[in-house]
């Protein structure tokens, strides 16, 4: 029964723990094998790893580790003026002084406190306020204090199985396309830039009719048996260089969001790629600025900071599609396909060539002109290889998109569910035939 909640505050169901930073001038301290999170690290609900690890030496002084499960709250940071950051630690972490760790106190399960937390959101955020240079602060008191609503532990564990599961299978969906993504790229190194069955046709490991890892046969004679000079060294006979505009062309235009207010946008954007490549449905009247419209099949690639790759595959663009500016949209040219510029712009070489374009002296505001991004030449090919390898890829990179339309469909259902389950307006049984088999 609902009447079984109790009306409680934050601290009375959790601890909050302070972290730290180590001394940097330690080299002891840093390099180590424990996590150490920070406002960088919290773009995902699950936290596997971290950008920086600390060492035992260090994790004893100037912060401390928390087991896994432990929930991370952002408390501090420019991220807080738009969204209040909320991970769970997937193994034992350490963590900096603008982060809380969060752990349960009697009467409260581990698995349901994230999601009583999350339930919160649109109220820590509408509680930030500036801590000077435009930075978001959390405050602590303020945090202890926020009036909670708890269940029962039955039903803190029904609430945290449903919402857990939705949110498993989003992460399996997440792991499954990192797969996909390797494989695909992995096959796109070892065609256009390592040249592998050229090299096997050299060596004498592939003969007609038989097939190597990843290629089948009936593409045997797509191949030459010799290799080449170019600008780029050694290339298969008769195939020449490419540049990324010679498979992409540039979309343009922009729209305005906010000439209607009313409208329903699919807008893709870099915070929305960081959080699991989840396009975010807004109102035209909450979106700030000019965007670029996205049409069907296009790829995404990100023009600010390329040290960080951010290349978006899109499929489906979705209602009223735009992007950030920061985003260039790409179309494929015949023989290429959207799968075929994913593997490219995605190719670590094509990345350390962007790098190398850059302009701007801050490593946080870097970018590269679309004009130099459309002459990177990276890789060699003929027409019908590009063909026969665009085929391929885009079986795998069709799963990709799959999966990712359906863990979108499950996290609009999550975060639906959340804030009625949380506050004791659905019930359990009821979210349960509502959830059936969304999450098989």
Known sequence: MANEW??????????????????????????????????????????????????????ENGTKVVPAGTVFLLTRGMTLLNDVPICIAGQPMAFNQDVKALRPKSGVLNEFLPYLLLGQKERLLSSVDL?????GRLNS?????????????????????????????????RKQNETLEAMARALFK?????????????????????????????????????????ELGE????WRVFSFGDVAQQGKGAVNPTDEPGERFTHYSIPAFDAGKM???????????????????????????????RVWLVGQAGDRAVCSTEFIVWAPKPPANSAFLYCLASSSEFVESMCQLVTGTSNSHQRVKPDQLREIRVFAANENVIAAFSKMAESLMNQVLQNSLQSRTLAQLRDTLLPKLISGELRVPNAERIVGGLAQ
Request: proline content about 9%; aromatic content about 6%; glycine content about 8%.
């Open 235 to 238: 290339i298969p006979k008769g």
């Open 6 to 59: 109790v009306e409680t505050t934050l601290d009375a169901v959790a601890d909050l723990l302070s972290g730290g930073t180590p001394s940097k001038d330690r080299a002891d301290y840093w390099g180590g094998t424990i996590p150490w999170a920070t406002a960088k690290d919290m773009k995902r609900f699950r936290l596997e790893d971290t950008q920086d690890h600390v060492t035992e030496n260090g994790a």
């Open 131 to 135: 801590a000077g240079h435009g930075t």
């Open 279 to 309: 396009p975010v449905i807004e109102l035209g009247g909450s979106i700030k600025s000019n965007k670029t419209p996205v049409p069907d099949g296009a790829v995404l690639v990100s023009k600010l900071n390329p040290h960080i790759p």
């Open 190 to 230: 070892a065609w256009f830039v390592d040249f592998e069955p050229v090299r096997a046709k050299m060596e004498g490991r592939w003969q007609r009719g038989q097939s190597l890892p990843g290629l089948p046969a009936h593409l045997y004679d797509l191949f030459p048996d010799r290799l080449v000079e170019s």
């Open 141 to 173: 008191d303020q945090l202890r204090r926020l009036d909670v609503r708890l269940p029962p532990e039955p039903e803190q564990r029904a609430i945290a199985h449903i919402l857990g599961t939705l949110d498993d299978k989003i992460e399996l969906n």
